[in-house]
């Protein structure tokens, strides 16, 4: 998995095309609308959570959120925010395949197509055990995943290039179209100015891959790690998926 070094740091100054107060309240409705029983208590895992916005958007609906996240410089990022706030959130650094729990949980989100940074369909059936393992009987789990369009016309072979106060940075894509996963590697390089030498730049690069997984596989992978699937949705506005859908919003109920 990749560590996002100079990532975490400006990561959210990158996606600040994601509203997430807006993302947490969708996800809240879904959460409302699939919920058989009132849940016995409020604990929400945010898995992959990256730099804590969605766990503190969950956090400020009520829900008590653990974010789970294997990059300790992405989490540095949370923790800034979460003292900031006095938002009562637990942060713990693991491997989402390897999660570890004190105990279960009501609900798991997995926002953000994370688990497209997961290296096989393997990994994924992990990932999918673990959440079982520690999920409460009736208990929720949502998480999207990019489309296959999305790889293949939309992040494809693409380059972006964003001017931040204190940093430019060249983001590269750069697609192996080929069944099953469409790898697109993604290559950051960051130019970070330098506070004694205004006209000096240090460059720092950073790559990870994300691959796409099939409808199908994961259906049965839900269904073999103790899942029944309830709704799958286009994972940016929550209606029907549509054939130009980016990605795919799965809930799933814990048998």
Known sequence: MAGYNTFAQYYDALTQNVCYADRAAAL?????????????????????????????????????????????????????????????????????????????????????????????????????????????????????VNTQYKHREILADQCFVYELPDCFCVWQNQLADTAPHYPVTIRLDFFEQSAQSPSQYYRSSEQFVERFYDDATIRRLLQETGFTLLECCDGDTFAPPQPQTQRLCYIAKKL
Not at 82 to 87: H, I, P, T, V
């Open 28 to 144: 809240h409705g879904r959460i409302l609308q699939w919920q058989q029983e009132p849940m016995p208590d409020r604990i929400l895992l945010d898995l992959a959570c990256g730099t804590g916005s969605l766990s503190a958007a969950l956090a400020r609906l009520g829900y008590d959120v653990i974010g789970v996240d294997s990059s300790a410089d992405m989490l540095n990022e949370a923790l800034d925010k979460k003292y900031d706030s006095g938002l009562p959130i637990q942060y713990l650094q693991q491997d989402m395949r390897r999660l570890d729990l004190f105990g279960t949980i009501s609900v798991t989100v997995c926002a953000l197509d994370s688990i497209n940074h997961l290296h096989s369909f393997e990994d994924v059936r992990q990932v999918f055990s673990r959440v079982s393992l520690f999920s409460n009987p009736n208990a929720l789990f949502l998480f999207d």
